[in-house]
């Protein structure tokens, strides 16, 4: 193999790498010694600020391939015929953590696609979770704040995390599912994943219907106990990566079975929950799930910093044919998530390799750090201009509809919509069996232990009126568990 010579980031050849220059062998190092200095500015920023949310996270290539025409739906070029692919890329995550934490932590799990298609590259960025803890981006910073840690001693609060719980009834859905052993899935190939949000299709008729998503891994689901989970984060921290990895490696590529749930906008109408609210499921024995296609994992990025550290996912990245609603959640998301990455990776983040469009990107934005200009070059950099070609497409208008309300208030969340509670009975009584039932009890009697302090008592009894209120056998186990006398005022409250 022919040697390459070593260089400096300028290109120009070098041989002194291991020794500084130095006045004698034993005297004080030379400022010119400009390798020392490339070397050793560049080694301190190495590192670009952690995501705030779904800093720990593993990453992977793969393709979609369309198995299922959904055409009547959606006039996205991806899905207008069956057979159609194209390349993606994924990253798993956990949520509170940083980046150093435990891949096994009891948390959500961050569920993010980026689908590089011929229209543009679209985003879908989930959790494993069909469902969240709040339903309004406004409340957003004080949730992550209580999953994060305490100004004062630096550490992670189970008084914080249920105080704000206790307080937030519109959580408790959420909050069962992280209880629950799916809260410590076995790393991210036995999990499925959700876009959570309602969004919508856009047919070739101009036809809008409200979608969901839903991917379901192929691999069978699988989780760790609660136990199992706190000793796998001391014998392997980045158990799941390795999982992954060491997987598509070996050709094991994992798969997830690529589903849709449609609902009409009458049927939205007549829904008994609002919905565009990400605290709640659409029932699948109303809205069953639609088969679409299958995504497969088969490459692990050859610089886990370039493309997984550097990759960046919005909901605003959306294709003709797959647009918004007005999930108050999603529609906070469409700001901060651009917002995020502008801070952390920089205004041209999508001209790296992992987020760049692989087919044409035409457009007006210039400059910034680390502007490439090898695609625009000496382009204009205005519209209308007399000098280039680029011509804006009517085929890709925005749908045009008429606003149920043109009235403008900070409209109450749970006005008319307050059942926090109809939906985490049934996961407690339909959706689980008697063993995950058991586990579930179990994982929230140790979180709930860990609350100390004056405001002790008054958090566990307020969490307790929650649980009761889905369910009453729920409430008793829990409190039993906690060693909490269940008095008459509790049960009036629960009711």
Not at 305 to 321: D, K, W, Y
Request: net charge negative; hydrophobic share 35%.
């Amino acid at each position: 193999m022919d040697s390459k010579k070593l260089t400096t980031g300028s290109g120009a050849p070098y041989f002194e790498h291991q020794d500084s220059q130095t006045v004698g062998s034993r005297g004080p190092v030379l400022l010119q010694d400009f390798i020392l200095q490339e070397n050793l500015a560049h080694f301190v920023r190495e590192r670009i600020p952690e995501r705030i949310v779904h800093a720990k996270g593993t990453g992977a290539y793969g393709t979609f391939t369309v198995t299922h025409d959904i055409s009547q739906y959606t006039k996205a070029k991806i899905f207008s015929k069956v057979g159609n692919s194209c390349r993606m890329f994924a990253r798993f995550s956990t949520v509170g953590g940083e980046k150093g934490s435990a891949d096994t932590a009891r948390d959500p799990r961050g569920f993010a696609l980026k689908f590089y298609t011929e229209d543009g590259n679209w985003d879908l960025v989930g959790n494993n979770t069909p469902v969240f803890f709040i339903k309004d981006a406004k409340k957003f910073p004080d949730f992550i704040h209580t999953q994060k840690r305490v100004p004062k001693t630096n550490l992670k609060s189970a008084t914080m995390m249920w105080d704000f719980w206790s307080l937030n009834p519109e959580s408790l859905h959420q909050v069962l599912i992280l209880m629950s052993d799916r809260g410590t899935p076995y790393g991210y190939r036995h999990m499925h994943g959700f876009g959570s949000h309602t969004f919508s299709m856009i047919n070739d008729k101009n036809e809008r219907v409200w979608v969901k998503f839903h991917f379901k891994t192929k691999q069978g689901i699988k989780n760790f106990s609660n136990d199992e989970a706190t000793k796998m984060a001391g014998e392997n921290p980045d158990f799941a990566q390795e999982d992954l990895c060491n997987a598509i490696d070996n050709g094991d590529f994992p798969k997830w079975a690529v589903y849709i749930q449609v609902m009409t906008e009458e049927q939205a109408k007549e829904f008994r929950w609002n919905p565009f609210d990400i605290t709640k499921v659409w029932f699948q024995g109303d809205f069953p799930l639609i088969e679409v296609g299958e995504m497969e994992l088969n490459e692990i990025p050859v610089n886990y910093f370039a493309h997984v550290e550097q990759s960046t996912f919005s909901p605003s990245n959306l294709i003709n044919g797959i647009s918004f609603s007005p999930d108050k959640m999603l529609q906070g998301r469409l700001f901060s998530y651009p917002d995020a990455h502008r801070y952390r990776v920089g205004v041209n983040a999508h001209q790296l390799e992992v987020n760049r469009c692989p087919f044409a990107v035409n457009n007006y934005q210039r400059d910034g750090f680390m502007a490439d200009s090898s695609e625009y070059q000496d382009k204009p950099n205005y519209h209308p201009n007399s000098f280039d070609d680029i011509v804006p497409d009517s085929s890709y208008k925005n749908f045009e509809y008429e606003l149920d309300s043109n009235h403008v208030a900070n409209f109450n969340r749970n006005e008319n919509d307050d059942d926090h509670y109809t939906q985490p009975g049934l996961l407690y009584t339909k959706a689980m069996n008697q063993e995950d039932r058991e586990h579930l009890v179990n994982n929230i009697i140790d979180a709930m232990s860990g609350i100390d302090g004056p405001k002790r008592d008054e958090i566990i009894n307020r969490q307790l009126c929650h649980f009761f209120r889905a369910n009453i056998e729920l409430g008793m186990k829990v409190a039993s568990g906690l060693s909490v006398n269940i008095d008459a005022n509790m049960m009036n409250h629960s009711k």
